[in-house]
């Protein structure tokens, strides 16, 4: 035990000692995350729009002080003519005018479907699209609170499709997201260049005539990776929570839980890869081309699996951090309990089985 | 009879390659008794680093075996790791950790007590403990085949396996090196050491020449110069390409090899040193030769071509 502790202690001398791995293990999540935080977003925030209200009732200008009272847009200008709406929108002063019918007021009392138009410059179509849907719920909002039903507007009709995530708000997407890729990456790829490393460096052999069992010096070797990555699950979910203002749903241990069940399953899988190489090259190329790429596309964090040809749908089975990030989303932001993950549990644990077999059948106590 | 350190019987490994891979090992066989230091000497490519790995447990051979400390390197390689020392070629401990975190680490792994095991290994580790907060990566050559001994012994082994451990080393290093290897000795552990330098082939109890896979001899090194057959002649002083050019043409040596400044020439039957001086003043001028005692390098090298011409 004592022997396994030196190794244990080695370890985290070394890793500390290598600026590289460290600058890799606490820079890059935190970068990632306000990445897709604030460079690569496509959320809606102080939007500029203008009203053509052709009604100019209590309603229409109601709604349009709602519209402007929200954090996603501001008003910039209420204009009387198309000629001028055409004008803002051409010069790109505003991305969105909210056009109000002139008898906007008098057809809501009447019972009958009122009409709001809203314009809106669509060159960037994704962007328009979210404008559409934030300013047409906060829209409907309003006149579901003044007549108690939910009216169509511009014979569109709005679904509640965005349950959980009304705003689209795109933290709740990317923070499982980046996580079940930073966990992944670091766990697999360090790993496995770091066993790779101890061969290359002839270290291995010394160990090996040594009393220690092979398998221990495995083990010690990835149990520094493992506490590195609780530290990380918790500093991703401060800044999810502190810079991101999502709220955490479910509960906190039980995403810790498969949090850790999913390290584990990237350690094995970085274990195994070791047993196939011998240089660290070889080691980075595979765990970033055959685990990296197909976690980054093919788990469902930035493009939906739904979306994707039913043949990827059915590859996508088999990338471990699909099962992580859609369990840790039903977990964080749904709020769902473990019955409800039960599904990706086994998932995962089979996985790791299978590789910690795997890695075992081909692990060598000899050189060759 | 002395007891074993490391007994080797009729050993093969053939590396597989390209065109059906070379034997790295052809049927070696020698025993390395306790107590003794055992030198493989040959070129690179003899087989010497494979011959190191198998008696260390780290590959296994194609067929024959080895018993390492009266335990089969094959069955026993647990028990062998606990009672041997290895030192591989290139080396191999963490260079990113200081000398003193390298042998607390050793230390522990072989489950000694750090104080116990530098009491041990003081006479070495005395020359590296003014540098021991310094990371084993920026130590010298010398410094840092001291520190891969102090790690190779730190837990008493009865055997001590040494792949070249003086390759890249400076001279003075060297012999330093080699007067811990006596001492070693003294102590009661055996050494089985390789290297392809001739000068320190003479400071082993007992060698084996090896090359291409083969051992061509195995005695003490008194014995293996006593019974060199021919005269051996001394040729100094003027320019060693002509001279070999003129020996070439004159007919009387069977071979002649250049030692630095010398060269040593082995006549052919019959061939007086009065007829070589006389034919190397002819055509390659000023050269004193004389009759030389042979050494392990004219041993090696007349083993060596004569096993070649019998394949």
Known sequence: MEKFFAFVLKEFRQISRDRRSVAILFILPVLLLLLFGFAITNEIRE??????????????????????????????????????????????TVKTVVVFEADFEKKAACGESPQINIVLDAVDPNEAKNIYN??????????????????????????????????????????????????????????????????????????????????????????????????????????????????????????????????????????????????????????????MLPTVLLSGMIFPIENMPRLLQYVSEIVPAKWYISALRAVMIKGCGIALVAKNIAVMSAMILFFALLSLAKFKTRLE | MKSSAAKVCNLRKVYAGNGGGTAALDGVSFDAEEGEIFGLIGPDGAGKTTLMRIAATLILPDSGTAEICGFDAARDCRRIRQIIGYMP??????????????????????????EDGIEYIEEIYRRLEPFKKRLAGRLSGGMKQKLALCCALIHRPKLLVLDEPTTGVDPV???????????????????????????????????????????????????????????????????????????????????????????????????????????????????????????????????????????
């Open chain 1, 134 to 291: 934030y300013a047409s719920a906060i829209a409907s909002a309003e006149f579901a609170e003044r007549f108690g039903r939910s009216a169509p507007f511009h014979g569109i009709d709005i679904r509640a499709n965005m349950l959980f995530n009304p705003q689209l708000k795109s933290a709740y997407d990317f923070v499982p997201g980046v996580m079940g890729l930073i966990l992944f990456l670091i766990c697999t790829l360090m790993t496995s260049v770091g066993i790779v490393r101890e061969k290359e460096m002839g270290n291995m052999e010394i160990l090996l005539v040594s009393p220690m069992r092979p398998v221990y010096i495995i083990i010690a070797k990835v149990i520094p990776y493992f506490a590195l990555s609780v530290l990380i699950v918790s500093g991703c979910l401060i800044i999810a929570t502190a810079v991101f203002g999502i709220a955490i749903r479910g509960s906190v241990a039980l995403i810790f839980g498969l949090s850790m069940l999913y390290t584990l399953l990237a350690l094995t899988i970085g274990i195994t890869v070791s047993t196939f190489v011998n240089t660290q090259q070889t080691a980075m190329f595979i765990a970033t081309s055959v685990f």
């Open chain 2, 173 to 311: 290093s060297r012999q330093e090196f080699w007067d811990i290897l006596q001492n070693m000795k003294k102590i009661g552990i055996s050494v089985l050491v390789s290297t392809p330098y001739m000068d320190e082939a003479a400071r082993c109890d007992r060698i084996a020449f090896i090359s291409s896979g083969k051992i061509l001899k195995t005695d003490s090194p008194q014995n293996i110069v006593a019974a060199f057959p021919k005269k051996i002649f001394r040729a100094s002083g003027g320019k060693m390409f002509e001279l070999l050019k003129a020996l070439r043409g004159s007919g009387l040596a069977e071979s002649a090899y250049s030692f630095g400044d010398s060269c040593h020439i082995v006549p052919k039957c019959g061939a007086r040193i009065e007829d070589l001086k006389k034919c190397l003043q002819f055509s390659a001028g000023n050269f004193s030769v004389a009759e030389a005692p042979a050494t392990l390098e004219d041993c090696f090298m007349e083993l060596n071509s004569g096993e070649r011409n019998r394949s």
């Open chain 1, 47 to 92: 939007s500029k729009f203008a009203v053509l209200d052709c009604d100019k009732s209590a309603l229409s200008s109601a709604i349009a002080a709602r519209i402007d009272a929200s954090e996603y847009f501001s008003l910039c200008k209420s204009v009387q003519t198309k000629a001028e709406m055409e004008e803002l929108l051409a010069r790109g």
């Open chain 2, 89 to 114: 070629g290139k080396f191999s401990l963490y260079q990113d950790l200081t000398i003193e975190e390298n042998i607390a680490f050793f230390a522990k792994v072989f489950g000694v007590r750090k």
